[in-house]
Each structure stands twice: as C-alpha cells, then as structure tokens.
C-alpha cells in the first residue's frame, strides 16, 4: 500500500500527545518509525522513488567531470588563464567537500521531499547562472551552486535507496546505483567535447537543465517522506570547521601540483585544514547532538567499509592521471590512443557494480573482499613489470581485470558497513563515507604524481627511461594498498564465504533475545530482520 496524502503530509519526527502537543520522538520511537515508514512503501513507489534518484544524480555527477573537456572554449570565450579555468573543475569539489558533512543535518532535520525538492531547485540555479554567465566569475558562482546541489543529491540517494529497500535487496539497489554514478563521470567528458564542438559549451548547461526540469516534475508527482526525520539545532561553528576541515585538505592537496609544498597555497592551508580537524573531531565527541556524528566509525564494519573506500579512491584516482602519463608521455600515444586504452577498464568498472550488487545479496561480503583483494594485488603487480615495449591493448586488458577487481566491492564495501550501523545513524554515515570519498580522490592524484616523481628524479641520471621507473613503483604502491584491502577481508570481515540457501535466509533471531540496555546499537538490518519474521509468521498462520 502507497503512502496516504495524511501520511506524506505528517512530520516523520513528531508526533501528538494526549493534549494534542507535539513532542520529539525518542531515539527508540524514531526507529520504530523508520521502520514503520520502510513498511508502508509499496514497490512500485519505491521503484518509482528509485528511478527519481538515480536521474537527479546521474545529472549531477555527469557536470563534475563534464567541463573538463570542455575548458578551452571557455577559456578562450572568458579570456582566462590555464590556472584561473581549472578553478572550475577544483571549485566544484572543493564546494562538494563543504556540503557534503553539512548533508547529515539537513536530511535529518527537514522532510524528505522537499530537501530533494531543494537540492534539484539549488542545482537548477547553478545550471541557469553557468548558462548564462557573461565571466569567469559568474561562471565559478553557478559552479559551486552546482555542487552544493550535486553533493545533497549524491548524499540522499544513498541514504534513501538504504532505507527504503529490505536488507536482502540493498546490495541489487545499490549496484544498480552504482553502474549510474559510475558510468555519469566516465561518459560526461566525451558528450561534453562532442556538444561543445558542434553547438558550443553553453549547450552542456541547456541539455543539464532540460534534464533535471524533468526530474524537478517526476518529483512532484511521485517523490514521498520516506526518511525519518527529528528536530536537531544546527551547529555554526561545527560546520565551519569541518568546512575548515575538509574543504582546506582538499584545497591543500589540489594546490600541491601547482605550487611547492611549503608556499602558503600549500603547507599553511593543509595546516589550517589539519588544526581545524582536530578541533572538529574533538567536538563532534563530545558534542550531546553533534553536527556529524563520527562516532560510527566506531562501529567496525564502518570503519572497515571507509578505509576501505579510501584506499578504493586513492587507486582508481590515481590511475586517472598516471596510465595517460604512461600512454602518452612514456609511449608516445596521441590522447585518442590514451583514451581509448583506458575507456575500456573505466565502462567495466561501471558496469560490473549490479552484478556485484546481487552477488552480495546472496552470498555476503566476504567473497568480494577475497576477489577484489586478490585480482587487484595481482593485476597491479603485474602492471609493476610494464615496459615501454609492452603493447598497450595488453595494458589495457590488465587493468580491465584490475577495474574490475575494484568495481565489485565499490558499492557492497558501502552497503554491508551502512547496514550495520544503527537505522538513526544512516545519515551520519553516509556523510563521513562520502566525506572521505572525496578528500581521498583529491589525494590520491596528487600523492601517486608525487612518488612517481621523486622516484623519476631518484633515477633519472642512472636509467634510461627514469619516468617509467616511476610508473611502474606507483603501481607497486597501489599493489600494497590492494593487498590492505585483502587483509580487511580476511581479519575485518565477519561474514561467512558461503552461498545462502532460503532455509538460512528464513532463521532470523528474535529480535527479543538482541534487546538489551544498548538496544540503540542494534543494526537496521537486524531490525527489518525482525519484520520480516514477524510478516512471514503471520503469513504461515491458518485462517480460522
């Protein structure tokens, strides 16, 4: 049964008292409503929820990367420098790490739908004052508008698809998600060179637009409340600092390509980031009702699932920048070459997260840690040993293997440690996942440009070919981190490497043998567990 037009219209964190007077729930009422809520979702809402998602965020997600192509025309059109155009690729992620940590308390303190509502409209604007920007500076304005809608989207969709999915068809949910955002960032740059040839770059923000006026419509028409919701106090100075915090690393780390370490672009930024994160994590501790609740890192499925999503970012944004250099710098290849060698690898690592995604329903995370740990220490190894003779469709097909090694725990990594975490804390976990994600793919191609070129530099007066000495030690480093990620499966991994029969999936424990005075602590997967028993068993009864 679809949500009634009084139940869309109620506040999911109020409710009235025997005088009519409302109240804030308590933490155990506000997971029986989640619950509640999860149940009253049909399928076909829920598909259709599903659906409004991944649109919104395919569109934003295609705009991070999608100017990349096109910067020289509008570099040429605003008269700008090389340095000053990139600010709109680098301004776009720095603004998402500001407003993804502020994302935790906008989803729990305001309704669903019109938070979504708000973030298309915020996205909408951006695209409307990028499209008809007369400089460079109105230009960066839409862009960081842009991204602080992008980065709620991208936020709430984890969330949502989390919630309003049962707990064996996450992982589905999730990997069809997956190949979405996956594939968005992979194709943007290709369709935005081919408008921006042929009508000009201004196209790219009417094409965006058109898109997500269509999202803004299907939204109104089938979006519902299907997040819970409680009145929280917003925290200035936590987020300032975490905007501090995660904004100054980024910042920090995108400028360590351009300037040297110890300018003040570099090390008093990074500084200024790395005091302020100190601060932040010592408040948020403390804090009665922090601003980002990071305190569900001490939950060790999450903090396995976000180290190893960092270590994931650092490989896969680290290849971004070292395989062209190998392809074109070291072999010669023209850029076509180059693109073409990797497109491969980046379309696999898209495409195989669905089919992730159900291998985790049935048979766990484990065996995904296993194959991801070991396919992807073997293939990056084996890229250790590449020569400037080797041919490059070879390279090509190792890190298909390699992208695919990493494809298949990507999402699952997400989804196992989000479900084992309290259902209140989804939003607080999503956050710090996503704030990690981002601050260590900015890390991650500035660290692996940074070795290969000391070590080009170590090498370059005793062989021949000193940049591929380079290229070849970074891949040994992502060799170690992939190994890491093999340990956390064999040690950090709980679940057990078996195929799940329907017998096994039926037997859940009662939900009164887990309750105990730390009942906040049980997962939302066990909770929806003791739904599912509760449903089946009625169904088993005999009608009298």
Known sequence: MGLSTETKKEDVSIEKDSNNQTKELSEKEHEELTKKRYMEISDKKRSQIFINVNISCIAGIMLQTALTT?????????????????????????????????????????????????????????????????????????????????????????????????????????????????????????????????????????????????TLIYTLFVFTDCLPNKKVKFDAFSFILSALTFGGITLAVGNFGTYDFVSYQVLMVLIIGLVASVIFVYRQLHAKSPFLDISVLKHKSLAIAAMTTI??????????????????????????????????????????????????????????????????????????????????????????????????????????????????????????????RIVSGAIGTALFVSVMTTVTNFVKDTKKEPQLYGINFVFLCMAILSFIILLFGIFGCDSKFTLKSKEEKSKKIPMEEKINENDENISKEEELNEVEVIVDNKKSQPLN
């Open 70 to 214: 096109a910067l020289p025309p509008i570099i040429k059109d605003f008269n700008i420098s090389v340095n000053t155009g990139q600010w709109l690729t680098s301004g776009f992620s720095l603004a998402m790490s500001i407003m993804i940590p502020l994302t935790s308390f906008l989803i729990t303190r305001f309704r669903t739908r019109r938070l979504f509502l708000s973030a298309i409209g915020l996205f909408l604007t951006g695209l409307t004052i990028a499209l008809f920007s007369v400089n460079f500076y109105m230009m960066l304005v839409g862009r960081v508008i842009q991204a602080f809608g992008s980065g709620l989207l991208s936020s709430m969709a984890q969330v949502i698809i989390l919630t309003i999915y049962p707990p064996e068809r996450r992982g589905s949910a999730m990997g069809w998600y997956g190949l979405s955002v996956g594939a968005a960032p992979v194709i943007a740059p290709t369709i935005a060179g081919i408008l921006a040839d042929s009508v000009g770059w201004r196209m790219i923000f009417v094409v965006s637009i058109a898109i997500m006026a269509i």
């Open 311 to 436: 270590a994931i970012q650092l490989i896969i944004m680290g290849s971004a920048v070292i395989f062209p250099l190998y392809f074109q710098q070291v072999k010669g290849c023209s850029a076509t070459i180059s693109g073409l060698a990797v497109l491969p690898g980046s379309l696999s690592l898209a495409i195989i997260s669905p089919f992730a995604g159900k291998i985790y329903d049935k048979m766990g995370i484990k065996v995904l840690f296993l194959f991801a740990g070991i396919f992807s220490t073997l293939s990056n190894l084996v890229l250790y040993f590449i020569t400037i003779n080797t041919n490059i469709w070879v390279v090509a097909a190792i890190n298909i293997v390699r992208c695919i090694s990493l494809g298949v725990l990507t999402m699952p990594v997400i989804t196992w440690g989000m479900s084992r975490i309290p259902a209140s804390k989804t939003t607080d976990g999503s956050a710090t996942i996503n704030s990690f």
